[in-house]
């Protein structure tokens, strides 16, 4: 075991050829990033979630509901023991040949069949009152984190963050900062699988893997400067868009369409703009030619390159919503204010869901395979309601 961990912390690994653990162990005088710290990060992340949990139920469920945000959910599809079993045991989305079989089985039309299908998959989204109370949760976090790291830059000045490494001691509030940033995207790691889930579940996981692997780094080889400079710019375009979020749920909608256009331009700026230009740059060269080139730094540097590129991703869903609602505006009478929806929506709509009843290929039918009425028994079986996509 010794031996392993002998050759994990190799020092050529981590570390730039001048630099030994020695030159990084604390010190009356001074204290240094310690990779024990981190072990920290793990209860926290679990303290994190149970405030989470408290505030959701005892802050943000009273702030909705005084805002009164709708607390039902998505309509709920009328019970039907054969597609019930089909959507449980089989396939939550049929394809056309299984849409065909249902259809000859329960003389519906195709239509109606994916029409329930939407319905009860819908069901399973959470209420708007839940998402208002996720999205609270998030945009209280980020404030408070953001406004805390802001503090710390004015309070030691930006320009200490180039070519800090061995001979930059680690200050306690930058300490605390950066184990409360870690803890908070562990807590989000795990708890995704049972948060609202949208499009771009994928990618946000993604992040949140090179996030918490960047911060892991960084902390060990002391680069904490430059983790908190990009830290600070992610954060302040999560503030308005949990803004946005929150406003679209209380149907505040012209206000949300503002909150969405001001975190459109302050996340383009930040991350197609700062980030490359400022943090690539200092990581890519600067940092290079001040400190030579070691593995731990070149990792360093792909995990962030890899956020670049999520960036990229993001920012092209953030472009191509806007884009549909100006392609979709008359000329002359597009109001900018109208940016209502963005690609990363957690419920399906569609226009078919208008329709609130199921409609037989045998109007004269008496029965239907399941048991029910025909015509007469099926009603109400899918009810109407459209489910508009949200932020």
Known sequence: MAGILAWFWN?????????????????????????????????????????RLIFERFIAKPCALGLNVQANGPQKAQP????????TAITKHPDEKRLEGLSKQL??????????FRQRRNQEKPSTLTKFCESMWKFTYYLYIFTYGVRFLKKVGIAIFYFCFYNCPLMPDLHYYYIVELSFYWSLMFSQFIDIKRKDFGIMFTHHIVTVTLLTFSYVTNFTRVGTLTLCLHDVADIVLEAAKMANYCKCQKLSDLLFLMFAMVFIITSLGIYPLWILNTTLFEQYEGLGNFPAMWIFNILIVILQVLHCLWSYLIIKAA????????????NPLHVTKDDRSDIESSSDEEYSIPRSKNPHSS?????????????GYLTGGTCSEEH
């Open 107 to 116: 003389d519906w039309d195709v239509r109606s069949i994916q029409r329930w």
């Open 367 to 379: 029965t239907t395979t399941n048991g029910t009425s025909g015509a007469n028994g099926t009603n």
């Open 323 to 334: 884009y549909k609602v100006i392609s979709k505006g008359k000329a002359g009478k597009w």
């Open 80 to 87: 039907n023991a054969i597609l019930e079993k089909v959507f």
């Open 11 to 51: 020092e050529r690994f981590w570390l730039p050829h001048n630099v030994t653990w020695a030159d990084l162990k604390n010190t009356e005088e001074a204290t240094f990033p310690q990779a024990e710290d981190l072990y920290l990060a793990f209860p926290l992340a679990f303290c994190i979630f149970m405030i």
